[in-house]
């Protein structure tokens, strides 16, 4: 018999993965929509921008409604929303239609982003918190092993738009889950008072938090150096170095491997040295690799192995980073973990797609910018560890 527990995992998990596939389902059709909609590479781009933005951005509506009304409601517009979206892409006939469209479909992917972790810090805390985080993570990493496989799948008989009919089918799954599956975590007893002026205190306070903004940013270099990678790694792999749709998701599904594997020591690690000293750790290891990564690269080395192989190793540690910085984040701000949870979200999510914007506009056919601007987002992050985990690294397990 499946464990609450896991059965909480599980369906946060594929949930969370909502949004996730919405971004690396269609990754591999990038080049593909380029030249179908007659669009230039940066505004094809643009359609993965928008994306984050609205999605980022909107998590703080969603985090606070969460926390007036309940987790369910906001869970069942932002579907219906995606799921609206979703359609409106697969009937897109230039690229301006799909990018507003992808805006619709962000702004209903933006609620089961925020809206899991909330539930996450309702159920547990410390290392039960990290544990189920970790668990959530496990499942969520699926997504970009099978997206991709599955968008290949489906664009090389059916062309790209199939891909969005795709996602229409899993916002319609998602829906049922969230009836039929997720229980309501935030009793009316424990719903703060419905009003802008609660809202707008709360976001004040977080804003004021430094522990609070250092982790988000931690670990936001560290989800936009992904990002940066998701932007500009079809064109390099298929474009650049040859591979067919196909083989690019076999590639890209190695980062979500590393992270995978990863993630499933978060708890016990945490548990063990303190979670702080393990994300200060994690940081070296991803700032290690990215920069020997680029300084291969600016000596001329431009082979796809090696930068398959130097990815997988600096992607590795954010599968410890990402999941502890976030659990840390919200332990302190249990009341108002949907808007702690929101945003977090949008802070990542509005600078992931700034890196996206300023990649896109380096992007010159080649792997130099893509790996310069995770090099940077890497040491941004270790840095930014040193000065917030300062005075915790030497703490318990409670840390």
């Given at each position: 018999?499946?464990?609450?527990?896991?059965?909480?995992?599980?369906?946060?998990?594929?949930?969370?993965?909502?949004?996730?596939?919405?971004?690396?389902?269609?990754?591999?059709?990038?080049?593909?929509?380029?030249?179908?909609?007659?669009?230039?590479?940066?505004?094809?781009?643009m359609t993965l921008m928008v994306f984050f933005v609205s999605f980022g951005v909107l998590q703080i509506v969603y985090g606070p409604l969460s926390d007036m009304f309940g987790r369910k409601p906001p869970l069942y517009f932002g579907l219906v929303l995606y799921v609206a979206g979703a359609i409106g892409c697969s009937l897109a006939g230039t690229i301006e239609s799909l990018i507003a469209f992808r805006v619709v479909q962000g702004i209903g992917a933006s609620a089961v982003m925020v809206i899991p972790r909330a539930i996450i810090r309702d159920l547990y805390t410390g290392i039960e918190a990290t544990k189920l985080m970790s668990l959530v993570m496990l499942v969520l990493s699926v997504a970009p092993i099978l997206a991709p496989l599955g968008g290949s799948a489906l664009i090389v008989p059916f062309g790209w738009r199939a891909v969005f009919m795709a996602m229409t089918v899993i916002g319609v799954l998602g829906l049922i889950l969230v009836i039929r599956a997720l229980p309501e975590t935030r009793p009316a007893s424990e719903r703060i008072s419905a009003s802008f002026g609660s809202a707008f205190a709360g976001?004040?306070?977080?804003?004021?938090?430094?522990?609070?903004?250092?982790?988000?940013?931690?670990?936001?270099?560290?989800?936009?150096?992904?990002?940066?990678?998701?932007?500009?790694?079809?064109?390099?792999?298929?474009?650049?170095?040859?591979?067919?749709?196909?083989?690019?998701?076999?590639?890209?599904?190695?980062?979500?491997?590393?992270?995978?594997?990863?993630?499933?020591?978060?708890?016990?690690?945490?548990?063990?040295?303190?979670?702080?000293?393990?994300?200060?750790?994690?940081?070296?290891?991803?700032?290690?690799?990215?920069?020997?990564?680029?300084?291969?690269?600016?000596?001329?080395?431009?082979?796809?192995?090696?930068?398959?192989?130097?990815?997988?190793?600096?992607?590795?540690?954010?599968?410890?980073?990402?999941?502890?910085?976030?659990?840390?984040?919200?332990?302190?701000?249990?009341?108002?973990?949907?808007?702690?949870?929101?945003?977090?979200?949008?802070?990542?999510?509005?600078?992931?797609?700034?890196?996206?914007?300023?990649?896109?506009?380096?992007?010159?056919?080649t792997a130099l910018p893509m790996v310069g601007m995770i090099a940077f987002s890497a040491v941004c992050a270790l840095i930014l560890g040193l000065i917030t985990l300062r005075g915790r690294v030497l703490a318990g397990p409670a840390h």
């Open positions: 018999m499946i464990s609450t527990y896991t059965k909480n995992a599980i369906v946060l998990g594929l949930l969370a993965a909502v949004g996730p596939f919405a971004i690396d389902m269609y990754i591999p059709a990038l080049p593909t929509i380029a030249a179908d909609l007659h669009a230039s590479t940066q505004a094809t781009q976001f004040g306070r977080l804003l004021r938090h430094g522990h609070f903004l250092g982790l988000t940013f931690i670990g936001g270099f560290g989800m936009a150096s992904f990002f940066v990678y998701l932007a500009s790694s079809s064109f390099i792999y298929i474009d650049h170095f040859g591979l067919t749709p196909t083989q690019y998701s076999f590639a890209f599904s190695l980062n979500a491997i590393a992270f995978i594997g990863t993630s499933q020591f978060a708890a016990t690690l945490g548990g063990r040295f303190g979670m702080a000293r393990v994300v200060r750790a994690a940081i070296g290891g991803f700032a290690f690799f990215a920069l020997v990564l680029l300084a291969l690269t600016l000596a001329g080395v431009d082979n796809l192995y090696v930068l398959i192989a130097l990815l997988f190793c600096a992607n590795g540690p954010l599968g410890l980073v990402i999941p502890t910085c976030m659990v840390l984040a919200l332990e302190e701000h249990g009341p108002i973990a949907g808007m702690a949870s929101a945003l977090g979200g949008t802070l990542q999510m509005v600078f992931g797609a700034i890196m996206i914007v300023v990649v896109s506009q380096l992007f010159d056919g």
